[in-house]
């Protein structure tokens, strides 16, 4: 017999408009397309020494500005996360369909630059750029499996209707 697919979830698992709550996947994909911007607002943050984070990981500054450039088509996707709720533009919710192979189109051109830049440009650290390639292949991996971010794109916010005789319900009892 089928279980429905969402069976296995509880009411913790869902959102105040009965969506299974944003898999840990998504926050996954914006950090590591993001990741110079993080480590940019991190640098920022240390009082002592601003620029010793993002010469730890950039060691080429080149490499730091390009990452900021080619990061800002992954600020849409953290517009689209961020701006998934009920009122959201209709060109919003048809993208929601389409974040995570967007997602995976952008690291996938990520990883393109970098290794284009290790290959033709300037070999830098062989060791990092395994690294950053395994983490990418690592987050993509988990993200095809990951269940609940399967979920969440065929879901979208919905204002809910609450039942008149509900509302004075729960009034009452304050």
């Not at 940019?40 to 080429?60: E, T």
């Not at 830049?117 to 988990?142: C, D, E, K, M, W």
């Not at 971010?149 to 009892?173: C, T, V, W, Y």
Request: charged residues 20%; aromatic residues 14%.
């Amino acid at each position: 017999m089928n279980k429905h697919p969402l069976a296995n979830y509880t009411l913790k698992d869902f959102d105040k408009y009965n969506c299974i709550k944003l898999s840990f996947s998504y926050y996954l994909i914006l950090l590591y397309l993001l990741r110079g911007y993080a480590i940019g607002m991190a640098s920022l943050a240390n009082l002592k020494d601003k620029l010793s984070l993002i010469q730890w990981f950039y060691p080429d500054s080149a490499m730091f500005y390009l990452s900021l450039l080619f990061s800002i088509p992954s600020l849409v996707l953290l517009y689209v996360v961020i701006a998934r709720k009920p009122d959201a533009p209709q060109w919003l919710k048809s993208l929601w369909r389409k974040v995570l192979p967007l997602s995976f189109l952008l690291i996938f051109l990520d990883l393109c630059i970098y290794w284009g830049q290790y290959l033709f440009v300037s070999p830098g650290s062989l060791s990092r750029l395994l690294i950053q390639t395994a983490i990418a292949v690592s987050i993509l991996i988990y993200c095809t499996v990951n269940k609940r971010a399967k979920m969440n794109r065929l879901e979208f916010p919905e204002h809910i209707e609450e039942n008149p005789k509900d509302k004075g319900k729960s009034l009452s009892k304050h």
